[in-house]
């Protein structure tokens, strides 16, 4: 078909057609970068934790007032919660993955280093912590019993070298720390504080959403009580069961000791639901978003072929007479709406990767990949293709004597 003719009846309505143009352009910038946040985000929410979540269940108990024994408390809540039907091991940890917040630490390789060489997040956890989680150890080693202490006795700490700890990494970590040699054996330092890799676990991820890379993290055998902050982490038999398992925890933790705040107790994954709540509610956002803005042009080319079908009725009644075919006239309207969905596209385009740097400096979001872009263009030509349909079947359909009637 002639390209010509259609870019001449074009031109004499500039308007409209520079209004199609930059609808067409705005939706596909937004488009492709509101496309580009659902797919981020949906990485997000999918995001290995480095545990296995469905055994898991968090729990939490308060002290009130000063505690005598913590420590000989905290023992007595794990006997206590080992022993439920179902539960087949039991630890303490002063964090998990998905919480706000988040115990961190800074490591160098040298005493004396200025700029540390990464900051990661700090997990303290007690005898069994790696199996209990569902750790996969990918090198060296898990933590000898003899290698534990409670967080009591490094609060007493009077130098450096009482604070000299074996360490395990996560591999993201270890790689950071020493990208081309084995991190096992080396010596790492927490400031002052030399510490020995034992053992390298494949994910750990941070806590807390902010802070750095979220796979660096670092595994210390340093107990904690139930009274600073000690999460208790049960794991379940049976996933099918925690819902029953839950109830059973928090009345033990009550029976051990009634003087006490127990919170109620979560499985890891309703936690990892609750922490990304808000990545959900954005995903849906963002798809409705998208979802408005294809409808008002898709609204907007079926307004504007139905307008000019009828302001060319006489027109097409001329060239039905003159001999041109029903299929012509139809392919007249969708090669017209096709010209300008591309030139909307190019500038679409242009504008997405405006708004994408936009994003990246005010939100330090990634760049906008270019697959993006074809997707959104195919997108929007072919949603001008439906949408010019009804209006071309139309002006197809006008009959040559009724056309020339109505000279």
């Given at each position: 078909?002639?390209?010509?003719?259609?870019l001449s009846t074009l031109s004499r309505h500039k308007t409209a057609a520079a209004l199609i143009v930059l609808e067409i352009a705005l939706t596909c910038a937004i488009l492709c970068n509101a496309l580009f946040l659902v797919a981020q985000r949906l990485e997000t929410l999918n995001m290995p934790s480095g545990m296995d979540d469905?055994?898991?269940?968090?729990?939490?108990?308060?002290?009130?007032?000063?505690?005598?024994?913590?420590?000989?408390?905290?023992?007595?809540?794990?006997?206590?919660?080992?022993?439920?039907?179902?539960?087949?091991?039991?630890?303490?940890?002063?964090?998990?993955?998905?919480?706000?917040?988040?115990?961190?630490?800074?490591?160098?390789?040298?005493?004396?280093?200025?700029?540390?060489?990464?900051?990661?997040?700090?997990?303290?956890?007690?005898?069994?912590?790696?199996?209990?989680?569902?750790?996969?150890?990918?090198?060296?080693?898990?933590?000898?019993?003899?290698?534990?202490?409670?967080?009591?006795?490094?609060?007493?700490?009077?130098?450096?070298?009482?604070?000299?700890?074996?360490?395990?990494?996560?591999?993201?970590?270890?790689?950071?720390?020493?990208?081309?040699?084995?991190?096992?054996?080396?010596?790492?330092?927490?400031?002052?504080?030399?510490?020995?890799?034992?053992?390298?676990?494949?994910?750990?991820?941070?806590?807390?959403?902010?802070?750095?890379?979220?796979?660096?993290?670092?595994?210390?055998?340093?107990?904690?009580?139930?009274?600073?902050?000690?999460?208790?982490?049960?794991?379940?038999?049976?996933?099918?069961?925690?819902?029953?398992?839950?109830?059973?925890?928090?009345?033990?933790?009550?029976?051990?000791?009634?003087?006490?705040l127990i919170q109620p107790s979560i499985t890891f994954s309703e936690n990892r639901r609750e922490f990304f709540a808000d990545d959900r509610d954005m995903i849906g956002l963002l798809l409705i978003v998208c979802g408005?803005?294809?409808?008002?042009?898709?609204?907007?080319?079926?307004?504007?072929?139905?307008?000019?079908?009828?302001?060319?009725?006489?027109?097409?009644?001329?060239?039905?007479?003159?001999?041109?075919?029903?299929?012509?006239?139809?392919?007249?309207?969708?090669?017209?709406?096709?010209?300008?969905?591309?030139?909307?596209?190019?500038?679409?385009?242009?504008?997405?990767?405006?708004?994408?740097?936009?994003?990246?400096?005010?939100?330090?979001?990634?760049?906008?990949?270019?697959?993006?872009?074809?997707?959104?263009?195919?997108?929007?030509?072919?949603?001008?293709?439906?949408?010019?349909?009804?209006?071309?079947?139309?002006?197809?359909?006008?009959?040559?004597?009724?056309?020339?009637?109505?000279?």
């Amino acid at each position: 078909m002639e390209i010509r003719p259609i870019l001449s009846t074009l031109s004499r309505h500039k308007t409209a057609a520079a209004l199609i143009v930059l609808e067409i352009a705005l939706t596909c910038a937004i488009l492709c970068n509101a496309l580009f946040l659902v797919a981020q985000r949906l990485e997000t929410l999918n995001m290995p934790s480095g545990m296995d979540d469905a055994h898991l269940i968090m729990a939490r108990a308060t002290g009130i007032g000063t505690q005598v024994d913590a420590n000989a408390r905290t023992r007595e809540d794990l006997a206590a919660l080992r022993a439920i039907p179902g539960v087949t091991d039991v630890v303490i940890v002063n964090q998990t993955p998905f919480r706000n917040g988040s115990w961190n630490t800074s490591l160098g390789t040298s005493p004396d280093q200025e700029v540390p060489t990464l900051n990661a997040a700090q997990y303290m956890v007690s005898e069994g912590t790696l199996k209990a989680m569902g750790l996969k150890l990918v090198a060296g080693r898990d933590f000898q019993a003899d290698e534990f202490r409670n967080t009591t006795e490094l609060e007493t700490a009077t130098d450096a070298s009482a604070l000299k700890s074996p360490l395990i990494l996560s591999a993201a970590a270890a790689r950071k720390l020493f990208p081309d040699a084995s991190p096992l054996g080396k010596t790492v330092y927490m400031a002052d504080v030399p510490l020995t890799v034992v053992g390298v676990v494949e994910t750990l991820v941070r806590p807390a959403r902010m802070g750095g890379n979220r796979d660096y993290s670092l595994i210390f055998p340093f107990r904690m009580h139930f009274a600073n902050g000690g999460i208790y982490l049960v794991r379940v038999a049976d996933p099918a069961r925690r819902d029953e398992i839950l109830k059973q925890v928090d009345a033990t933790l009550e029976k051990v000791d009634p003087n006490r705040l127990i919170q109620p107790s979560i499985t890891f994954s309703e936690n990892r639901r609750e922490f990304f709540a808000d990545d959900r509610d954005m995903i849906g956002l963002l798809l409705i978003v998208c979802g408005l803005l294809l409808l008002v042009t898709a609204l907007g080319i079926v307004g504007l072929a139905s307008f000019w079908v009828q302001q060319r009725t006489k027109q097409i009644g001329i060239r039905r007479a003159l001999g041109a075919s029903r299929g012509q006239i139809l392919r007249y309207f969708q090669t017209e709406n096709f010209l300008l969905a591309t030139m909307g596209i190019v500038l679409g385009m242009v504008l997405a990767f405006g708004i994408n740097q936009l994003l990246i400096s005010k939100y330090e979001l990634p760049r906008l990949p270019l697959s993006y872009l074809p997707i959104g263009a195919l997108g929007l030509w072919l949603l001008g293709q439906l949408a010019v349909l009804g209006p071309a079947r139309r002006a197809a359909s006008v009959p040559p004597a009724v056309a020339t009637r109505s000279v």
